[in-house]
């Protein structure tokens, strides 16, 4: 990484550490899948492992919201591949409108990619009856060692729980540009709903198994990589600590 990647790094960190610190909502929880999908793909993805763990935090203080993803693509050689998005949130006022900081990039044992610093606003609804949350992002997207670095990128996040507390739906999407304002301009899509049986609300079950199974769908496109759509569902299983 070169210094203007490592120092956004290092703010966004900053943010983030210092709003964990305080919190008064923490869920963290890490996942397990199984990619079965990229078998659908031989010919683009027949060399990536199938084995993808997830670390994933969301916390609340009074300022805002945090939150962190990482995922690490895990072969019998360690982790082959890992991808990052954290950002922090702040807000000193009652209106449900948040300032957004945050940052995203991968890492291979190679080199890195994609690496970005994303700032703009963030609108969250939240139902705690109903154990419901939307954070819906619009921001700005900074993409270090681009030639047009100026993007603009939407981000929505979703979290609900029923209300018997037996299953959890989730979902990341995201939806940005690539070399806005260039003959080479082109789209990029990410989302990764995710549905979670919760096995402590079993009969029988003890309260302190946080473990849940479930399954996931990636969906991806890139126009200026393959200009292809995948869709790759995984089984997976998670524990919320």
């Known amino acids: 990484m070169d210094f203007k990647t490592l120092?956004?790094?290092g703010i966004a960190s900053l943010a983030l550490g210092a709003g964990i610190a305080s919190a008064q909502v923490n869920k963290t929880d890490i996942q397990l899948h199984y990619n079965f999908g990229k078998h659908l793909?031989?010919?683009d993805l027949g060399n990536q492992t199938p084995v993808i763990s997830t670390l994933q935090h969301y916390s609340e203080d009074r300022w805002g919201t945090n939150f962190v993803l990482m995922d690490m693509s895990i072969s019998c050689k360690g982790i082959d591949r890992m991808q990052t998005m954290m950002f922090r949130d702040l807000k000193f006022w009652d209106a449900p409108i948040a300032l957004?900081?945050?940052y995203q990039g991968g890492l291979t044992n190679?080199?890195?990619f994609n690496n970005a610093l994303v700032s703009g606003i963030d609108y969250v609804f939240k139902h705690r009856k109903y154990d419901f949350r939307l954070n819906t992002i619009v921001g700005y997207r900074h993409d270090f060692k681009h030639e047009k670095p100026n993007n603009i990128q939407v981000t929505s996040l979703l979290d609900w729980t029923s209300w018997?507390?037996?299953w959890t739906i989730s979902n990341l999407l995201t939806v940005r540009s690539a070399n806005l304002g260039t003959d080479m301009s082109s789209l990029v899509f990410f989302m990764r709903p995710?549905?979670?049986l919760n096995i402590n609300q079993f009969v029988g079950m003890p309260d302190a198994l946080n473990l849940s199974v479930g399954t996931e769908v990636?969906?991806?496109?890139d126009k200026a990589t393959s200009d292809k759509f995948y869709a790759l569902p995984s089984?997976?299983?998670k524990w919320t600590f």
């Not at 990636?218 to 496109?221: A, G, K, M, P, V």
């Open 218 to 221: 990636r969906l991806l496109y």
């Open 41 to 43: 793909y031989k010919e």
């Open 164 to 166: 018997n507390r037996l």
């Open 235 to 237: 089984v997976a299983m």
């Open 110 to 112: 190679q080199a890195s």
């Open 100 to 102: 957004h900081v945050g």
């Open 194 to 196: 995710q549905f979670w």
């Open 7 to 9: 120092f956004a790094v």
